[in-house]
């Protein structure tokens, strides 16, 4: 159960009611992640402002190994169910390469040095060092990518942080960080 309220479409804020709209067109559902988020009609904005800027930069399949592999560095089983489910059916990212990501890695060069430099970011709380920058611009991401890549990866932690702290009821195909990839 979740330990922060998870408002019915009826029952959020008014304010938040356009923004669920615009999930529940994009998604076709509205995820309890969101409804709790539409507790506060200004941080469901942030979010899918951040979440839609973020979507004309790195593409689909990069967001989503990215979130899986934060998802599972920080013990988020609500945002790895629902980001494992998104990237099997949306991203079309295979079974095989889901498990590589929640290890921090993928079968794709260019896409496993930007997983591993998320995860350092996220683990280290971005005291990387030079080498991890060097490693993830060898694999031909440019500076501003490099900046994509750390606001992933804190998007990511801010959703962990939303779903962690309010127990969020999941509501897809679970998923536990617990248990092995």
């Given at each position: 159960m979740s330990r922060i309220?998870?408002?019915?479409?009826?029952?959020?804020?008014?304010?938040s009611q356009p923004l669920l709209d615009a999930v529940k067109k994009q998604l076709g559902v509205i995820p309890n992640s969101f409804r709790v988020l539409a507790l506060s009609p200004a941080a469901l904005q942030g979010l899918l402002g951040l979440n839609g800027a973020l979507a004309k930069a790195l593409d689909l399949k990069t967001?989503?190994?990215?979130?899986?592999?934060?998802?599972?560095?920080?013990?988020?089983?609500?945002?790895?169910?629902?980001?494992?489910?998104?990237?099997?059916?949306?991203?079309k990212i295979d079974e095989?390469?889901?498990?590589?990501?929640?290890?921090?890695?993928s079968a794709e060069p260019k896409a496993n040095a930007a997983v591993a430099f998320a995860i350092k970011v996220n683990d280290e709380r971005g005291k990387v060092s030079d080498a991890d920058l060097a490693a993830v611009r060898a694999a031909g991401y440019t500076d501003a990518q490099?900046?994509?890549?750390?606001?992933?990866?804190?998007?990511?932690?801010?959703?962990?942080?939303?779903?962690?702290v309010a127990g969020t009821e999941i509501d897809f195909p679970v998923v536990h960080a617990a248990e092995a990839a």
């Open positions: 309220t998870v408002p019915s479409y009826e029952t959020a804020p008014v304010a967001r989503e190994r990215i979130a899986i592999a934060i998802a599972q560095s920080n013990d988020c089983d609500y945002c790895l169910s629902a980001h494992s489910y998104i990237g099997l059916n949306l991203a095989a390469e889901i498990a590589l990501n929640r290890q921090g890695a490099i900046v994509e890549i750390i606001a992933v990866v804190a998007e990511n932690i801010f959703t962990n942080l939303i779903n962690i």
